[in-house]
Structures are given as C-alpha cells and as structure tokens.
C-alpha cells in the first residue's frame, strides 16, 4: 500500500551516510507533507475547492515545484491517503526524517488547510493535535501555530502557506 510513496519518496531524496539526515530536507518534506495535507482536507468529511486549492498551493509554493511535479505528488498524495488505514505511516517519515523547525512547519501548514476554507471544524482541529503529537510537536507549538494562522485570517490576510 505504501510501495509507490516510498518510492517517490526515495527516489527523491538520499540519505547522507547512516545519519538519517535528508541530503535535501525539503524533498522529503513535501512528500510526506502532501499526504497529511490531503488527510486534512478530509477531516470534516466535506472536501471543497478551497482546502484542495489549500493543498495544492502549498505544495507548490512552499516546495517550489512545477505545476506537473504538483499534481503527481498531490495525486500520488491523494492515492495513499485512500488506502491508508492510520496516519502514523505518513507522520512516521516526518518523526524520523525532520528537524523539530519542518515538524512546526509541517503543523503550521495543517493549520492553513483546515483554515483555507474559513471554518474550522472539530475534527479537522482534532487531526492537526493528532499530527502534532505523533511528530512530538509541544502544545505550545501546536497553539502558536494555530494563533499565527488565525492572526492572518482575521486581519484579511490571504492564509500564504
């Protein structure tokens, strides 16, 4: 079930010796990025343009990928998202690949999906508090990254990713 993930997943990045430090932490990161970015989008059991346009935005800008290189990642995303039976498969790849900095960035990213399309449900906040956990992200993390999106949102501001 995982087997295509992996393989994206190691076909675009390469371990630096034994360390398991990311030669590229970036490339690692909007992979497993993009598949908890499409298990936000369905949290609320209500998928709208918005969160997809949320989620395709950040995997774009914040990774700086081509729109090709987008939409394979967000559909590969979409496609291991359907058959997975837990979230600690993708949150797993983050724990072991990421810098605690990427794990907040990664929370923060959840945040403006949920937010993306103006209303944040219960299930989508219980979801990012789940991620969190899982990538060892502090309570205090997880809320300065809710406040900072919630910050931009009042103010106006589009949610940039």
Known sequence: M??????????RIQLI????????PEHALRLATAALLVEMTRADHDVN?????????????????????????VRL????????TSLF????????????????????????????DAHKDKYEEYLVRKVADLLHVSDVD????RHNVEMECASGASVAV
């Open 89 to 116: 498969q993708f949150t797993s790849l983050i724990d072991k690949h990421f810098s605690m900095e990427q794990k907040k960035r990664v929370v923060e990213m959840l945040w403006r999906v949920a937010f993306a």
């Open 77 to 84: 995303a979409e496609q291991e998202a359907d058959g997975a």
């Open 2 to 11: 995982l087997r295509s993930i992996r393989q994206f997943f190691d076909s």
């Open 142 to 145: 997880f809320i300065r990254a």
């Open 49 to 73: 343009e918005k969160e997809r346009g949320a989620v395709s935005d950040a995997v774009q800008r914040v990774f700086n990928l081509a729109p090709e290189e987008t939409q394979e990642l």
């Open 17 to 24: 010796g034994g360390s398991g430090q990311a030669a590229d």
